[in-house]
């Protein structure tokens, strides 16, 4: 089944200690991205990857990090947590056309 | 100024009834593409609808279909036949460009389906 999954789901940490979500997808897809979803502002993208080795920041990158180390992988690292990066976040994937993204099942994050 | 503005924030629909949500966006790049997604509340975004800016006629995927209107820059959402199953968030998105890396997302719509 065509797919991107994320681990874990869900996450509550203390500010500062270091964590890392990972995300897979099983569809070949050169073009990867993060998101945030915060209540009222909908989704915003915080880091992307247009291939492996190859990645650029979105709208809210402060206080993250990304690497793209094999085409099927995209982790996102949270080197020191804080409180306001308490939130959804998503992982989705493309090719180059068509354009649809396609999301994981997300990561509901609290840091207190 | 917002991108993407979806004016909504909540609807009660009956159920059976069509209803429509409402999008509008803002750009210069003349090649652009404008999405639909559910998030139902379980939590998982659902891709249901996509319009690319040089398609002529309206996207339609079963009973969704937008309401593409380029010189108003509006791009909306018509669910037809409404269902319980209908109820949840509903999010308007658009890319800008060919080459665009991301989506740009509105606020979403809280969408209800009352039986």
């Known amino acids: 089944e065509a797919q991107v999954t994320q681990n874990p789901r869900y996450l ?5 200690k270091k964590l890392t979500v990972t995300c897979s997808q099983n569809m070949n897809h050169e073009y990867m991205s993060w998101y945030r979803q915060d209540p009222g502002l909908g989704l915003r993208q915080i880091y992307y990857s247009m291939n492996v080795e190859v990645t650029d920041k979105g709208d809210v990158p402060e206080g993250y990090k990304v690497s793209r180390k094999e085409k099927r992988n995209f982790p996102l690292i949270l080197e020191s947590p804080s409180p306001n990066q308490t939130s959804l976040y998503f992982c989705a994937s493309r090719l180059a056309e068509p354009y649809e993204q396609y999301f994981g099942p997300g990561t509901r994050l609290t840091v207190t | 100024a917002q991108k993407i503005t979806q004016t909504q924030p909540g609807m009660f629909v009956q159920e059976k009834e069509a209803v429509t949500l409402d999008c509008t966006y803002d ?68 890319r800008e460009g060919r080459g665009a890396q991301k989506l740009v997302f509105g606020q979403g719509t809280r969408l209800t389906i009352n039986p």
């Open chain 1, 12 to 16: 509550i940490t203390v500010t500062g």
């Open chain 2, 27 to 94: 750009t210069s790049d003349q090649s652009y593409g404008l999405f639909w997604y559910k998030q139902p509340s379980s939590g998982e975004m659902i891709f249901l609808i996509y319009q690319g800016s040089y398609d002529e006629q309206n996207a339609t995927e079963g009973r969704y279909s937008l309401n593409f209107q380029k010189a108003r820059k509006s791009a909306n959402l018509v669910i037809s036949a409404s269902q319980l199953g209908d109820s949840a968030m509903y999010f308007c998105a658009m």
